[in-house]
């Protein structure tokens, strides 16, 4: 991988990182505080939903360090290490997570509360059908990885 490919790929995790923070610290208590305003009557639900989408957020802010971390080892050319697979577990265990928090809220908000319609539907269920869908995806490359790791120990114990 060149040196400007990582670069850019490292500004565009900044930029990511940053804007998950913004969201975080600025624009989801304002969301928070209008909704409250047009919809009083769940106005209850205002701090656990922000809190659980604040968890989210999170969730993706450390597959951001953790992906920064690993571009460092592609950047070393030391990738194939055991110690590469945890990164990436990692990123697993924060997607799963963030997928889950959305079916919790999809499903409480839907069904227990009563609130929202198709579109809410339609949004938690594609959200999750993504999220699935690349936590699978990750698994698959961790193993592919882990088979490359396997590989290389095997080449340099021939060599």
Same mark, same amino acid.
């Given at each position: 991988m060149t040196n400007? !490919?990582?670069?850019?790929?490292? !500004?565009?995790? /900044? !930029? /990511?990182? &940053?804007?998950?923070?913004l969201a975080q610290t600025l624009i989801l208590p304002l969301l928070v505080a209008e909704s409250v305003s047009i919809h009083p009557e769940v106005a209850y639900l205002a701090t656990p939903y922000r809190w659980v989408v604040t968890a989210g957020i999170i969730?993706?802010?450390?597959a951001l360090a953790c992906i920064w971390i690993l571009l460092s080892k592609v950047q070393?050319?030391?990738?194939?290490?055991?110690?590469s697979l945890r990164w990436v577990t990692t /990123?697993?265990?924060?997607?799963?997570?963030?997928?889950? &928090?959305? &079916? @919790?809220? @999809?499903?409480?908000?839907?069904? /227990?509360? #009563?609130? #929202? #319609?198709? @579109?809410?539907?339609?949004?938690v269920a594609g959200t999750v059908a993504f999220g699935s869908a690349?936590?699978? &995806?990750?698994v698959v490359m961790r193993n592919l990885l !882990?088979?490359?790791? #396997?590989?290389e120990a095997e080449m340099r114990a021939v060599i």
């Amino acid at each position: 991988m060149t040196n400007s !490919a990582i670069a850019l790929l490292r !500004a565009s995790l /900044i !930029a /990511i990182f &940053l804007g998950a923070l913004l969201a975080q610290t600025l624009i989801l208590p304002l969301l928070v505080a209008e909704s409250v305003s047009i919809h009083p009557e769940v106005a209850y639900l205002a701090t656990p939903y922000r809190w659980v989408v604040t968890a989210g957020i999170i969730c993706l802010q450390v597959a951001l360090a953790c992906i920064w971390i690993l571009l460092s080892k592609v950047q070393r050319q030391r990738i194939f290490e055991n110690s590469s697979l945890r990164w990436v577990t990692t /990123i697993i265990c924060a997607s799963a997570i963030a997928t889950f &928090l959305v &079916l @919790g809220l @999809g499903f409480h908000l839907l069904s /227990i509360v #009563g609130a #929202g #319609g198709p @579109g809410v539907f339609l949004m938690v269920a594609g959200t999750v059908a993504f999220g699935s869908a690349a936590t699978w &995806l990750l698994v698959v490359m961790r193993n592919l990885l !882990a088979s490359a790791i #396997g590989l290389e120990a095997e080449m340099r114990a021939v060599i």
